[in-house]
């Protein structure tokens, strides 16, 4: 089965930039997605198709995604930004979510 | 404003039935899929499976096939998921979400505020 690996945590300081990797097999040949989750909140899209921000979501967010790799980019942390990232793509007839990434801004 | 409302929290025991569900508004039900997605305690986001409104067009997850039966009462612009014999591993948050599009693998823009399902033993 298709499978999404994410890095468990990424540290960052304040006004720094984090990336955030999600690799997979062909990934760059599909759209990826990004989630946000805050602790006791629902899930936030912040990204999808790679590269495309809601409205809404701030401008430090961005995304790319080549080759078997996609990238959540975040550029100038802040703290509210401490959060789960999830990133999101599909394989033939399912969707499969990565195992979430913990980012710290400190 | 686009939203999709939850069911509340339930407890129940091992073997029960349960149904709950993820009322949508502000926006055109039978336009796009819903999905359900399955947080467990402590863990990260799992894709249980989508439905189309209109047609009741269904995929499933591969760990839910058989499991769960996910449906939708578009007089009533409801999605629902349900289990006829809970266990104790079903315990979890439940989310329902939006598509942004037409696709069942469209990214997921509108989500519900979760139903939390406890099943004791």
């Known amino acids: 089965s298709y499978a999404l690996n994410q890095p468990p945590s990424v540290s960052v300081s304040p006004g720094q930039t984090a990336s955030i990797t999600c690799f997979g097999d062909?990934?760059?040949?599909?759209?990826a997605s990004w989630y946000q989750q805050k602790p006791g909140q629902s899930p936030v899209l912040v990204m999808y198709q790679n590269d495309e921000r809601p409205s809404g979501i701030p401008e430090r967010f961005s995304g790319s995604n080549s080759g078997n790799t996609a990238t959540l980019t975040i550029s100038g942390a802040q703290a509210m930004d401490e959060a789960d990232y999830y990133c999101q793509a599909w394989d033939s007839a399912t969707v499969v979510f990565g195992g979430g990434t913990k980012v710290t801004v400190l | 404003e686009e939203k999709l409302v939850q069911s509340g929290v339930q407890v129940k025991k091992s073997g029960e039935s349960l149904k709950i569900s993820c009322k949508g508004s502000?926006?055109?039900?039978?336009?796009?899929?819903i999905a359900w997605v399955r947080q467990m305690p402590g863990k990260g986001l799992e894709w249980m499976g989508v439905?189309?409104?209109?047609?009741?067009?269904?995929r499933y997850g591969p760990s839910s096939q058989g499991q769960v039966t996910i449906s939708a009462d578009m007089s009533t612009s409801t999605a629902y998921l349900q289990w006829n014999g809970l266990e104790a591993s079903d315990t979890a948050m439940y989310y329902c979400?939006?598509?942004?599009?037409?696709?069942?693998?469209?990214?997921?823009?509108?989500w519900g505020q979760g139903t939390m399902v406890t099943v004791s033993s």
């Open positions: 502000e926006y055109s039900f039978s336009k796009y899929w």
């Open positions: 439905i189309f409104p209109l047609d009741s067009d269904i």
């Open positions: 979400a939006r598509s942004t599009g037409a696709g069942w693998y469209d990214a997921l823009k509108i």
């Open positions: 062909r990934l760059g040949g599909m759209y």
